[in-house]
């Protein structure tokens, strides 16, 4: 039997690959005739997939829940897997922040779009009663969405809006724990009536603090905007670039959010007085930006756009109820 061209070719290239490593390319071929074929089952690892759900009561909609936060925190993943690309690329050019940046907003829009299945998809009266068996466990404890807002913006962005004034937008890694103490989302986890920690927060913190201020400092000079201010004139100007951070703001900062507020109202809203979240958390004022003005990158947007920041999707969201 001869081989045919091509597979000579590709014999040629591997013996060149190993031998450049001192390797033999022989043994390698033989332990490929042992080898067994690649399953999908085995690849995708579906059984180990599979047995990642946990319910705790009995309530069949509690599965829709668990599952759903597990899809989500795979996109998280998949987003920090291209902003990490983008941080610790060489010569970093316009196409390839551009391109990147464009997933992460693909995987965000992904999600926005399926959340029907969180705002419509389970029963209120089994989310009511199977919510309080997850005391004080809550999607406010999502590091990963943490780890995201950090690799995207200048970590000042991130810091209570009314409390920015006393930091400089040239902050050093020393400045970091510090601004940590007044980032945003903590006022999102206080108790209702006493203003303290909710044991939601405390938990949290206690498991993320450090990592997040290590991230912080890491990507205290190779954030999102940092890396875009790095680009040249020319690529900074370019409209697709724009148009990408723009909606990665958006997708972010607005959407995410709102779809939870959306989420929240659905089943937590309840007059004359509201339900609090499984967490404690604020719900009624941490969600909406329109009250925190969270954005990553104020620079690529006008002032009446700022201060109408989120507002008309809170107002529509508010009418559908």
């Not at 591997?14 to 031998?19: C, D, P, R, V």
């Not at 949290?204 to 603090?209: A, D, L, P, Q, T």
């Not at 990592?211 to 690529?235: D, G, V």
């Amino acid at each position: 039997m001869e081989f045919e061209p091509k597979t000579l070719e590709n014999l040629k290239l591997l013996q060149e690959k190993y031998a450049a490593i001192g390797q033999d390319l022989n043994s390698y071929l033989e332990g490929l005739l042992y080898a067994d074929y690649v399953k999908y089952w085995d690849y995708i690892q579906v059984d180990t997939l599979l047995s990642l759900q946990k319910p705790r009561t009995n309530f069949p909609d509690e599965v829709i829940f668990i599952m759903y936060h597990q899809v989500t925190e795979l996109y998280f993943k998949l987003s920090l897997h291209e902003l990490e690309q983008i941080a610790n690329k060489e010569n970093l050019s316009g196409a390839f922040f551009t391109a990147r940046i464009t997933r992460v907003n693909r995987y965000f829009e992904a999600l926005t779009k399926s959340f029907e299945i969180m705002i419509n998809g389970m029963e209120k009266e089994q989310f009511l009663k199977f919510r309080m068996s997850l005391l004080p466990a809550s999607g406010f404890q999502s590091g990963q969405y943490r780890m995201i807002e950090i690799a995207c913006a200048n970590f000042l962005q991130l810091v209570e809006k009314d409390e920015r004034q006393k930091f400089s937008a040239s902050y050093t890694e020393e400045d970091i724990p510090n601004m940590f103490e007044w980032i945003y989302w903590k006022k999102g986890a206080t108790e209702l009536e006493s203003g303290k920690k909710t044991l939601t927060l405390k938990q949290f913190e206690e498991k993320y603090k450090d990592q997040f201020i290590a991230l912080a400092k890491a990507y205290r000079t190779k954030n999102m905007w940092s890396c875009y201010k790095n680009l040249s004139e020319e690529e900074q100007n370019n409209e697709s670039t724009i148009l990408a951070l723009r909606q990665l703001d958006v997708n972010v900062n607005v959407n995410w959010p709102l779809v939870h507020y959306k989420s929240a109202v659905r089943y937590l809203q309840q007059d004359p007085s509201d339900i609090a979240a499984t967490g404690g958390t604020n719900w009624q004022k941490y969600l909406p930006p329109r009250f925190q003005k969270r954005i990553f990158y104020p620079e690529l947007w006008s002032e009446k756009e700022i201060e109408e920041w989120g507002k008309g999707w809170v107002e529509s969201v508010l009418r559908e109820k």
